[in-house]
């Protein structure tokens, strides 16, 4: 077990000296490590197979987000696009994880890789639902690295080998660099999304033309809400309409225990049009569990929509029936998540 450990330090060591993981998250990737190892060395496998490993709760995710990342580097918006240091890390580590499971070991070690790959892979696809503006421009910066790495590597392998001369080899570097600066500028660019491009990713306004999802942002509020705080309160009378841009959110329903967790409401997703069209109370609380960026209509604005747009009107009207239906047997009137 100690050797399998050993081989995912040094498979972090090798990604930060090819410049594909940055320092912040290399230091807590071989922080986890180093933790295993010392849970290994002191109970066996038996205290490590009880390690709840990598299972974090989602304040632990959100304090983790806010270790800003120079990852990108460039001037963002740092208060609406803080870059998360857990993002890199959980991609290396499945990376890592991945070329473990493919290694012969025991039955009993094998499973626990397979555990832990398997969680880091839940915590993934949870970003990326939460975050996927982020999470596409880590992507994006990680594979421009990887290929930046792995191309100075054979430019370097084929000057030292008499293949290339010096003066082709400075022109390929030169090449390799301007390629990887476009890819990094993409990804900067994901980062500082507009109004309009985030109305777009929302399902029920993606039949609308530019110039009509350029007019509903001008009339939105951007509306940052940090992890713990409500939205809406069940019983408060409502005005507007949200839509969710980025992060996670729980619907919590009065007098309705959630055995298997409360509904989720991820990036796309919106809530609040129930109470404008029937003009009721807000019939959920709404709760921020990370920190999540949302788009806010007022009431105007939604009549201006059902008014101009009938297509986005009989998308509305048709969620509103299946809800007043979903209502009468369950009470969760007012939400839609995806």
Do not use: C
């Amino acid at each position: 077990m100690s050797s399998l450990l050993l081989h995912e330090r040094r498979a972090y060591d090798a990604r930060l000296a090819e410049g594909v993981l940055s320092r912040p998250a290399y230091h807590e990737l071989q922080g986890l490590v180093t933790k295993r190892l010392e849970t290994f060395q002191r109970d066996g496998l038996t205290g490590l197979m009880a390690v709840d490993f990598e299972r974090q709760a989602p304040d632990r995710m959100e304090r983790a987000r806010r270790l800003l990342i120079r990852y990108l580097p460039g001037k963002i918006d740092r208060r609406l696009h803080r870059l998360t240091i857990r993002l890199e890390v959980l991609l290396h580590l499945k990376l890592a994880l991945d070329e473990i499971s493919s290694s012969s070991f025991a039955p009993t070690v094998s499973d626990l890789v397979k555990r832990w790959l398997a969680e880091a892979d839940r915590e993934l696809q949870t970003f990326f639902r939460a975050y996927p503006d982020y999470g596409a421009a880590v992507q994006t910066s990680f594979i421009a690295d990887a290929i930046r790495a792995r191309s100075r590597t054979v430019i370097r392998q084929l000057f030292e080998a008499t293949v290339i001369s010096g003066g082709i080899r400075a022109k390929a570097e030169q090449q390799v660099a301007m390629i990887h600066e476009q890819a990094r500028a993409g990804a900067r660019k994901l980062l500082t999304p507009t109004r309009a491009y985030l109305m777009g990713r929302v399902p029920m306004f993606q039949t609308l033309p530019m110039s009509a999802l350029e007019k509903l942002a001008d009339f939105s509020r951007s509306v940052v809400v940090e992890a713990g705080r409500t939205v809406v309160r069940a019983g408060e009378e409502g005005h507007s309409f949200f839509v969710v841009t980025a992060g996670l959110l729980e619907v919590r329903l009065p007098g309705r225990i959630a055995a298997d967790g409360h509904p989720r409401l991820f990036a796309g997703d919106y809530f609040g049009e129930m109470s404008l069209l029937f003009s009721r109370p807000r019939n959920a609380t709404i709760v921020a569990v990370m920190t999540t960026e949302l788009l806010e209509l007022g009431q105007s604005t939604f009549e201006f929509i059902l008014k101009e747009y009938p297509l986005v009107r009989a998308s509305i009207y048709q969620i509103a029936q299946e809800r007043e239906s979903d209502a009468r047997s369950e009470g969760a009137l007012g939400v839609k998540p995806q």
